[in-house]
């Protein structure tokens, strides 16, 4: 690894995405998985939100990492533990007056609802039936508790958009 | 999801696997005992896809329990060609009859369906999913000709597909049963079976072999089926490996003499006819056996009462 490159201390980096004075600050989020959190919490900019993304900054815990800041909006608990489904490290840091309000990590949910499709094409959620997908969330990936198909590499993939 | 359905062996315990069966052999025993028992009571029958066993034994077991049937017919003829969905079929039948029995294409369908229906749902084969009653009446032939425990059983053929092979694994971790898959790689029980084998209650012994030859003297049941042409991409393939899968007599001379042997029907060839009158085809019984099996699920359901307590 290069040794020539800026201080790696997370706060520093923070900064350079630009503080927030209200909302929620999704950190330690594995390099490259910033769109895909944005994908999930359904964030895609045509509502106005106000949101900076820093994408692969050097990281002290991992080599690089992704933060998402999402002005104007806390999420709950329930919102961000979806998050674990491909950020299980992420911190989430609610603001407020630039004050860290609150602080906490993902933890895994029993289920997912409505956030991934299922990838088997045989699957009765696949079709056009009044249905909302649903996966059962297992220690090392997620099952359609319709078919029962298992998915245990990708799951960004599946995010339904 | 309400539990007066029958979705999928895995919501049965060994127990409510056995109160069915119990029930099944005192109507066996004695079908006119509760020949008025469901009298003026109707059950629809929602087949999305062909069947003759499982459709016209659901219709002989409803109507011996003194009840009806009204039949959707096939698809081309129904509401589903002018794209009506499956959430509606069963919510518009539901409210014509007292239990739905559902065959579909689709896994997951009878999953889906069961959460818009308050009647009682039987899952009658969703796509590569599921077939719970064909299992219970494999299991009903089962105790009737070799016993469940201390079982050591074959299961041959498509296990990728067969609907009938996942339910009847699952089942069959709930008794002392020794379970032997042999298939093509290409066809192999799919990962997602395997992993809820090993998560049952009492650990199951699951091995997979790619061929028949040195397992089957230790079998006390085989229970064949067929390997279908569309599986394989053309006709020499799907010859070489349909002929490695098809038991005659030559194939049965290192079996033990007291193998019994099943298959959920139709077959094709991978059952030669020579077996027929052999002591070891127990297939066409295993199909009678659907009416009183059947019967006895319609009766507990149709009561109101639960098959998994």
């Known amino acids: 690894m290069s040794n020539d490159r800026e201080p790696t201390d997370d706060s520093a980096h923070e900064l350079r995405v630009s503080k927030i004075r209200d909302g929620t600050v999704?950190?330690?989020?594995?390099?490259?998985?910033?769109?895909?959190?944005?994908?999930?919490?359904?964030?895609?900019?045509?509502?106005?939100?106000?949101?900076?993304?820093?994408?692969?900054?050097p990281s002290d815990r991992f080599a690089r990492k992704d933060i998402v800041k999402v002005e104007g909006r806390e999420l709950s608990q329930d919102e961000v533990d979806v998050l674990s489904l491909i950020a299980p490290d992420a911190t989430i840091n609610i603001v407020r007056e630039y004050e860290v309000v609150g602080k906490h990590r993902v933890e895994r949910p029993e289920t997912v609802d409505?956030?991934?499709?299922?990838?088997?094409?045989?699957?009765?959620?696949?079709?056009?039936?009044?249905?909302?997908?649903?996966?059962?969330?297992?220690?090392?990936?997620?099952?359609?508790?319709y078919c029962g198909t298992i998915v245990r590499e990708n799951i960004a993939s599946l995010i339904e958009t | 999801m309400r539990h007066d359905h029958l979705i999928t062996t895995k919501q049965l315990s060994r127990?409510?696997?056995?109160?069915?069966?119990?029930?099944?052999?005192?109507?066996?025993?004695?079908?006119?005992?509760?020949a008025d028992r469901h009298a003026g009571r109707l059950l629809g029958l929602l087949f999305f896809e062909p069947s003759t066993r499982t459709k016209m034994s659901f219709e002989t077991a409803m109507k011996r329990l003194g009840g009806d049937v009204v039949d959707m017919g096939s698809v081309e003829s129904s509401s589903v060609t002018k794209g009506e969905t499956l959430a509606d079929t069963v919510?518009?039948?539901?409210?014509?009859?007292?239990?739905?029995?559902?065959?579909?294409?689709?896994?997951?369908?009878?999953?889906?369906?069961?959460?818009?229906?308050?009647?009682?749902?039987?899952?009658?084969?969703?796509?590569a999913g599921h077939h719970p009653t064909q299992t219970l009446l494999d299991l009903y032939t089962i105790r009737e000709t070799t016993g469940l425990d201390d079982l050591t059983i074959g299961i041959m053929g498509d296990l990728k597909y067969g609907r009938t092979v996942h339910s009847l694994a699952h089942a069959l971790t709930n008794f002392d049963a020794s379970q032997h898959f042999i298939s093509p790689e290409s066809l192999n029980l799919p990962r997602e079976v395997v992993y809820d084998l090993h998560q049952g209650q009492t650990g199951a012994r699951i091995r997979e072999h790619e061929h028949i030859d040195d397992i089957l003297p230790s079998l006390d049941v085989l229970y064949v089926t067929r390997i279908q042409r569309e599986r394989f991409p053309d006709e020499n393939e799907y010859q070489q490996v349909a002929g490695e899968y098809q038991i005659d007599a030559e194939t049965l001379e290192v079996a033990d003499e007291e193998l019994t042997i099943m298959h959920p029907l139709p077959r094709v060839d991978e059952i030669a006819p020579e077996i027929d009158e052999t002591d070891h085809a127990a297939y066409f019984e295993q199909a009678h056996n659907g009416v009183p099996v059947r019967m006895a699920l319609l009766d507990m359901l149709l009561e109101g009462g639960e098959i998994d307590e």
Not at chain 2, 23 to 31: S, T
């Open chain 1, 26 to 57: 999704i950190d330690h989020v594995r390099g490259g998985q910033a769109l895909n959190v944005l994908a999930i919490l359904d964030i895609d900019g045509t509502r106005g939100e106000e949101v900076s993304v820093g994408m692969n900054v």
């Open chain 2, 15 to 34: 127990a409510d696997i056995e109160a069915v069966l119990d029930r099944a052999a005192e109507l066996d025993a004695d079908p006119s005992a509760a």
């Open chain 1, 114 to 145: 409505g956030v991934l499709s299922c990838p088997n094409p045989g699957c009765i959620t696949t079709g056009d039936e009044p249905v909302t997908s649903r996966f059962e969330v297992l220690e090392d990936g997620v099952r359609c508790v």
């Open chain 2, 91 to 127: 919510r518009v039948i539901e409210g014509y009859t007292d239990g739905i029995v559902l065959r579909h294409p689709k896994q997951g369908a009878a999953t889906m369906a069961s959460e818009f229906v308050d009647v009682p749902l039987l899952n009658a084969g969703d796509g």
